[in-house]
RNA sequence: UGCCCGAUGGUGUAAUUGGCAACACGUCUGAUUCUGGUUCAGAAGAGUCCAGGUUCGAACCCUGGUCGGGCAGCCA
């Protein structure tokens, strides 16, 4: 998947010269360290592929592990789905899944080697306690009473912890650093905290659990991680990384923490809780609607996973806060489709036209071509009927100036079809048009050479006997405002209430009947669809716009409007 | 009035590590087109946060500012 060539960031530059200098003999081991308490997000999917595509590239190895050090928020569905969306998006691990819990009972031994170094110690200052001597960041803190316990002491209290002796809160195991230093994650930070939760893996073992700070470092030295990639936020719990490991294990071999900015997307959020929040409340339907950020939203909408992975390539790796415009990652959706979707005819706003001159009864089978783009995908027939829909917007009375679509007496192509022009425009008592009657022109006929005849536009159409009628659902952005997260505390209020647009009577070419969930194609001059996994029936396909067409004409068109 | 990061066209990322700022998206022309798609050709748009300094030469090095972000969960 990965072209070998110059290092594309400063990761793989940093990379590079570790393997110049020999460091860990040279070896490449990156790991993705999802928390098990949500789906995955574009923003993972960012991480994803630096990491993976990092160990192709190094001939290295990948780990899949989860940090679930917190059984309150963590759970079994949340698993799947992660590894669900890994393998969608064309990657797999080294080895099995691995897990922060299987290293609970090495984590358990290493705080008691902490304690017997006397660097570690329990707590029994409360929550708020801890919390008022913790000082702020321009404040130094003040150490617990209970730091000079002696190791007999905290040894045995930190058993009891174990045991199941104490409620939760009442006791820590906090690491015995500086209360003054100007790093706040180095104000003695705890290790251990009592919660009286049964754990996914563990069911009921344990009631302590260990921090991320404690369970992060570690796990990536036991796994061999040579190279721990994280977000910006941790760049200050890096000296508290490198702190326990060089407190706890010997020799040269270490793992070491880079950080890189995460991503944002314009008109959308990335934060899990938020994410989950619009899931819990109903605004969406589920972590996979269409409209979300999650790899499962985007799977459902259409996009590939190539388009994904294109694009993560495509915004680079640094570290400075970004806000990444959708229309790119738009592009690369578009892109990817354009050569592999096929083309089909689907009218969203039907108009009825009739051709008045062409045989009443006389049904032709059109050749259509699959994909311009790609002549191995071949062609199909389509039915052609002296009744056809078109798209009520390709027809205007009183066009204006370079309006290539169909007016009264004006000549357009039926995509692989015929000429007709437009002879009469029938209406209904209140001046609404009802139908188009037009002519066709026989000679026009497509793929027969017809003396040279050229028209400006060509609609796409669907033969009235032929068509069925199916739901179209019509994705906008989730949120109206551009960068919504930044409304720290209502990011719903800027939610777009125009996010979803069902489309009830739409006209399908018969050909769409057959298509199978997930599938992929273009609706001609409209764009880019898929079948809606969830809300489709057998022979009744639903089908999402992953995206639309670029539309030259309409941003002319509006801009036309907006200098009147 | 702490510590840690960062700052390059509208957006994002580059710049062979000190050699006259490039690529992608977006925008705008024009050509081609039986999709106003695609493709092709071209254009506009930054002088690199500011001020000093080093140097023949600075986006890159130094000094001092400014602005933005992160850090005070028994979350990760």
Known sequence: MEVLGEPRNFIEEHIEKDLREGRNNQRIHTR?????????????????????????????????????????????????????DINWLGYEWHETPRYAADYFEQLYEWAVKLVKMGKAY?????????????????EPGQESPYRNRSVEENLDLLERMRKGEFPDGKKTLRAKIDMASPNMH??????????????????DKWCIYPMYDFAHGQSDYLEGITHSLCTLEFEVHRPLYDWFLDQLVEGDYRPQQIEFARLNLTYTIMSKRKLQQLVEDGDVDGWDDPRMPTISGLRRRGYTPAAIRNFAQNVG???????????????????????????????????????????????????????????????????????????????????????????????????????????????????????????????????ADNAGRKVKGTLHWVSVDHAFKAEVRLYDRLFKDEDPGKNKNNFKESLNPESLKIIKNCMMEPALKDMQLENKMQFQRIGYFCVDHKHSTPGQPVFNQTVPLRDSWSKKSNQQKNQK
């Open 122 to 138: 329990v707590c029994d200052l409360t929550p708020e306690q801890i919390a008022e001597r913790r000082g702020t960041p321009t």
């Open 32 to 84: 993705f360290p999802p928390e098990p308490n949500g789906y995955l997000h574009i923003g993972h999917a960012k991480s994803i592929v630096l990491n993976f595509g990092i160990a192709e590239k190094y001939n290295g190895l990948c780990n899949l592990r989860f940090d679930d050090t917190n059984p309150v928020k963590e759970n079994e569905e949340y698993i799947e789905s992660i590894k669900r």
């Open 317 to 447: 790796i640094a570290k400075r806060e970004n806000l990444i415009d959708v229309a790119v990652l738009e592009h690369k959706v578009r892109e990817d489709l354009n050569i592999k979707a096929p083309r089909y005819m689907a009218v969203l706003d039907p108009l009825k036209v009739v051709i008045t001159n062409y045989p009443e009864g006389q049904i032709e089978e059109m050749d259509i071509i699959n994909n311009p783009e790609d002549d191995s995908m071949g062609s199909r027939k389509i039915p052609f009927s002296r009744e056809v829909y078109i798209e009520r917007k390709d027809f205007m009375e009183d066009p204006p100036r370079k309006f290539f679509r169909l007016a009264p007496g004006k000549e357009v192509r039926l995509k692989s079809a015929y000429i007709i022009k437009c002879e009469e425009v029938i209406k209904d008592e209140e001046g609404n048009i009802t139908e188009l009657h037009c002519t066709y022109d026989p000679e026009t006929k497509s793929g």
């Open 186 to 203: 180095l104000r003695d930070p705890m290790i251990y905290r009592i919660i009286h939760v049964d754990h996914h893996r563990t069911g």
